[in-house]
């Protein structure tokens, strides 16, 4: 897209003021009680992360766009190229989930920026997000904690919750529709929030981004994933990477005046102007359960001056769990995979 293109899609999306999404404070939930419920409902496994047990720490290089630092000032755009600190995960608390599901697939990324500035994001493999507050977070998740005779979930407890809050069915549902990823590469990766972006002049976007593969999306038939078996994904990633093919482009998807921000389980109309950011490259991954991201947070509140935050409140919610999950993860001794 070129400059004027681009200075001609940011105008006809009607440039959202920052009155248009002030910020709502939400009640708060304590972290401690977040992550019990997280436990009691998906088991503890001590040492490894509350959500995306399964995981890989990979290093990789970014470099923004000329459209990008048309929309914002943040130095990850320079057009120079940016250490980045990635990790893959499988979505679940269980470190041994099957790679061969049609279940979550993260993107979680650090931006080692210049001058000690770090912007850091979690992505999923799904347009949106399993709730849209961490109030809505909270009562699903105790609606699926098992019943401590069955060890199973209660059906009636769990079809309540979702007939009063249909939007929680939205993630499985499409999941449930998507082929199981053949690689870490291949699948797309939204971070579901919104964010305003900066520019010099001092305009302010509002937008949501998707990582996209470079070489584009690859899935697997039912046959297909159940030979592959259970742990697949990290051989696969590293030969990929080897041979340089591992690569997303970094989009970012316009909001319009009127389209709705603040919430993870809705996504932008299909067809808003997309503008590319730059492009992320994998080069190397960790050969064992290793490397640098082991105690990343991968909080969205970390942010580069010229990006920030909607008034979606599970973006800042979710900084407290993040870091008491830390500390939990170095008490019992943290893993990696």
């Given at each position: ?200 002049s001092g305009s302010k976007q509002f937008g949501k981004w998707v990582f996209e593969p470079v070489g584009g999306l690859q899935g697997l038939t039912d046959d297909e994933a159940k030979a592959k078996g259970p742990a697949f994904l990290f051989d696969d990633l590293r030969q990929r990477v080897k041979d340089g093919k591992v690569a997303f482009n970094f989009n970012l998807e316009l909001a319009q005046a009127g389209d709705q921000i603040d919430s993870a389980t809705v996504p932008l109309p299909a067809g808003r102007t997309k503008v590319n950011l ?60």
């Amino acid at each position: 897209m070129t400059k004027l293109a681009l200075s001609a899609a940011v105008a006809a999306s009607a440039m959202l003021t920052v009155s248009a999404f002030a910020q709502t404070a939400a009640a708060p939930v304590d972290p401690n009680s977040f992550l019990n419920q997280f436990e009691a409902t998906f088991g503890k496994f001590e040492g490894y992360r509350r959500s995306g047990a399964k995981g890989v720490c990979a290093m990789g290089e970014f470099v923004g766009t000329a459209e990008a630092r048309g929309l914002s000032t943040a130095s990850a755009f320079s057009g120079a190229p940016v250490p980045v600190v990635v990790r893959f995960s499988v979505g679940g608390a269980n470190p041994k989930a099957p790679d061969n599901a049609k279940s979550q697939r993260n993107l979680a990324l650090q931006f080692n920026l210049p001058n000690g500035e770090v912007w850091q994001m979690g992505n999923i493999s799904a347009p949106v997000f399993g709730a849209s507050s961490p109030q809505q977070f909270l009562g699903r998740l105790a609606s699926l904690q098992p019943d401590p005779a069955t060890k199973m979930p209660d059906a009636a407890k769990v079809k309540a919750f979702a007939d009063a809050n249909p939007e929680v069915l939205l993630q499985g549902r499409h999941f449930a529709s998507q082929p199981v990823p053949a690689s870490f590469g291949t699948v797309n990766y939204w971070g579901v929030h919104a964010f305003g972006f900066t520019n010099a002049s001092g305009s302010k976007q509002f937008g949501k981004w998707v990582f996209e593969p470079v070489g584009g999306l690859q899935g697997l038939t039912d046959d297909e994933a159940k030979a592959k078996g259970p742990a697949f994904l990290f051989d696969d990633l590293r030969q990929r990477v080897k041979d340089g093919k591992v690569a997303f482009n970094f989009n970012l998807e316009l909001a319009q005046a009127g389209d709705q921000i603040d919430s993870a389980t809705v996504p932008l109309p299909a067809g808003r102007t997309k503008v590319n950011l730059g492009m992320l490259k994998v080069t190397s991954v960790a050969e064992d359960g290793g490397g640098p991201c082991l105690t990343i947070t991968y909080n969205p509140m970390v942010l580069p001056k010229g990006v920030e935050p909607s008034a979606d409140p599970m973006i800042a919610a979710r900084a407290a769990p993040y870091a008491v999950g830390l500390g939990r993860r170095l008490t019992e001794g943290a893993k990696q995979q």
